[in-house]
């Protein structure tokens, strides 16, 4: 079976819910609008954004826990909800194959029973265990395939960390063996560390048992580091659908590429100008000379004396002698008003043209706050739009 064939399909999906009101004057409120993606048999896909862009709504009315106000909905090739040809088909056997992980552990854990009862309780609704051993088996090895082993089977829920927590539902849910596995913010009520160390033994599930994996957050680094393809909403409306390196290093907007990295991409509003065979962006007193490539978007797209915004992130801005002096027609001056150091690296905080800007550099960095330092920066990463609408002009 090929690792390419879609498993799941949603085509212009919209979603409204009641607001108030009856009769005529009852009102709805959009929470998305013509949402469609698919996601590939085996993959994990990250379903990204603030709080209240629609990504949770997606993904429960993926489960048809919502019902769709239009759209379609094709699963292994079924339509089991198409609006305009009257499709809804009933979801109970879809649905077992189907699991979801809630946000909140603990609230799906009975506190009055030991984590091997509450195991074993799915292990007794779906049938899978012929005899007490057969069951205590199954319990030790869902137990041991989420990281956990036989001591913990006799705790109880209050006993354990909010990662060992979330480890048990996820046991439990794995039971029937799913494919499809639906985890809404599962690490958002973890501490960083818990949830740097889940992010890893989320993965390593993933790898164990191949199934699919839709993974809802607002968290960009969880989605990076653990998706292969990433769906981006602001909203209620997809942004952007790519994978991780893509959304990086070729942002179709700006709100995908301020969401996108830590600490997020600079902007800058900039003057667009032409001086024989140079293509430059001012700013201040500044002026950026910008490589062939980008400069021939720039004059095809009728840029020329425009503003537009000039996206650099961090780390494509330097401070030592050997950056500024590859750099030399992307160097300008600026105050430190603010330092960070990091361990291996520093933030420095400056100001240009009355614009807060970040650098991360190396923490060998001799700049302190309130030192006037040159910076340059690596034309080869900068990132244009356009100032109207957002929209990328060239990457």
Do not use: W
Not at 63 to 89: H, W
Not at 250 to 256: E, I, K
Not at 314 to 332: L, N, R, V
């Amino acid at each position: 079976m090929s690792d390419d064939k879609k498993l799941i399909e949603v085509q212009h999906l919209q979603q409204y819910f009641p607001a108030g009101g009856r009769g005529k004057k009852k009102k709805y409120v959009q929470a998305v609008d013509d949402v469609s993606f698919y996601i590939k048999k085996g993959e994990t896909l990250g379903l990204v954004g603030e709080s209240g862009c629609g990504k949770t709504t997606v993904g429960r009315t993926l489960l048809r826990l919502y019902e769709p106000t239009d759209g379609t909905i094709i699963y292994d090739g079924d339509v089991i909800f198409d609006k305009k040809k009257k499709i809804a088909v009933n979801m109970l056997p879809y649905r077992r194959k189907m699991q979801m992980v809630f946000q909140d552990p603990y609230a799906s854990l009975d506190p009055r029973m030991t984590i091997g009862d509450i195991v074993g309780e799915a292990i007794d609704i779906h049938h899978l265990a012929a005899n007490k051993k057969e069951r205590r088996d199954k319990i030790i090895s869902l137990l041991e395939t989420v990281g956990l082993n036989s001591e913990h089977a006799n705790r109880y829920p209050h006993e354990f960390s909010g990662g060992q927590r979330q480890r048990v539902a996820l046991g439990r849910a794995i039971v029937r063996e799913p494919k499809v596995f639906l985890l809404d913010e599962p690490l958002s009520n973890l501490d960083a560390k818990l949830r740097a160390q889940m992010r890893t033994e989320i993965s390593k599930l993933h790898l164990r048992l191949g199934t699919t994996f839709i993974y809802v957050t607002h968290d960009q680094t969880e989605a990076m580091t653990m998706a292969s393809r990433i769906v981006v909403m602001k909203d209620g409306f997809i942004q952007q659908c790519d994978t991780p390196q893509n959304l990086y290093d070729l942002p179709c907007n700006m709100f995908v590429a301020g969401f996108i990295g830590s600490p997020q991409m600079n902007f800058i509003d900039t003057k667009c100008k032409v001086e024989g065979d140079k293509f430059s962006l001012t700013f201040d007193n500044t002026t950026i000379v910008l490589p062939p490539a980008k400069a021939k978007k720039l004059a095809d797209a009728g840029c020329n004396g425009k503003t537009v915004v000039m996206g650099i992130r961090p780390e494509d801005i330097g401070d030592s002698e050997i950056e500024i002096e590859a750099h030399q027609d992307c160097a300008f001056e600026a105050d430190v008003t603010g330092y960070e150091l990091l361990g291996s690296e520093v933030l420095l905080y400056f100001k240009v043209a009355g614009t807060s800007m970040t650098a991360k550099v190396d923490s060998r960095t001799t700049a302190r706050m309130g030192d006037h330092i040159k910076l340059a920066i690596d034309p080869e990463k900068i990132h244009v739009f356009d100032k109207e609408t957002e929209l990328t002009i060239t990457n």
